[in-house]
């Protein structure tokens, strides 16, 4: 298989099931943030040596590259297999939310980004996840698209809210606190 085809070169891009739509099309910009998300992941993932967050990790960039075949679907095609996303992977987050948020002290302030470079790649990663699903929202108002996809990126961007607090614990960094002036 080559990685270039030149089937691109003219601004379109081919769904999963053969529809070519413009590279600049809701559904592309979708799963293209998707992608990116689930890049940033990695980095986050290969500064951590927590085994526990490396697993989850791992497995919540298994669950995007999914998402992203959901959304990278021509939906008018119906014979096309693609991976069901449950809802016990939601579950799992909440899971993991819970068992973070256990060890962290209760949320008096909005804190800023940063303290630690790790913590900061989390916060990275959270809005990364967020654009994907305002995206994926927006798609959503036009096309057909799996309800649950929002609700695991919506979940997933708390996930990383506590993960970014958690981490930074782990690490001794000082949590920054935002003071309105």
């Given amino acids: 298989m080559k990685i270039y085809t030149k089937t691109g070169d003219k601004g379109t891009t081919a769904l999963f099931g053969g529809t070519r739509l413009p590279k600049h099309h809701i559904r592309i910009e979708s799963y293209g943030t998707v992608d990116e998300l689930n890049s940033f992941i990695g980095l986050v993932r290969d500064h951590l040596t927590n085994e ?16 992203g075949s959901h959304l ?5 095609k119906e014979n096309l297999w693609i991976p069901e996303i449950k809802p016990t992977e939601i579950e799992l987050l909440e899971k993991g939310i819970d068992r973070m948020d256990e060890s962290l002290e209760p949320l008096k302030n909005f804190i800023l980004p940063g303290g630690h470079l790790v913590v900061s790649h989390c916060h990275v990663v959270r809005c990364v996840c967020r654009r994907a699903e305002r995206n994926v929202v927006a798609l959503s108002e036009n096309e057909k698209t799996d309800p649950i996809l929002v609700q695991y990126l919506n979940r997933l961007s708390d996930y990383f809210f506590v993960l970014a607090r958690f981490v930074g614990k782990e690490l001794g960094a000082e949590e920054v606190v935002w003071t309105a002036r």
């Avoid at 490396?54 to 998402?67: D, H, N, P, V």
């Fill in 72 to 76: 990278a679907a021509d939906p008018s």
């Fill in 52 to 67: 526990v967050l490396r697993s989850e990790l791992k497995a919540i960039q298994e669950t995007l590259f999914t998402i």
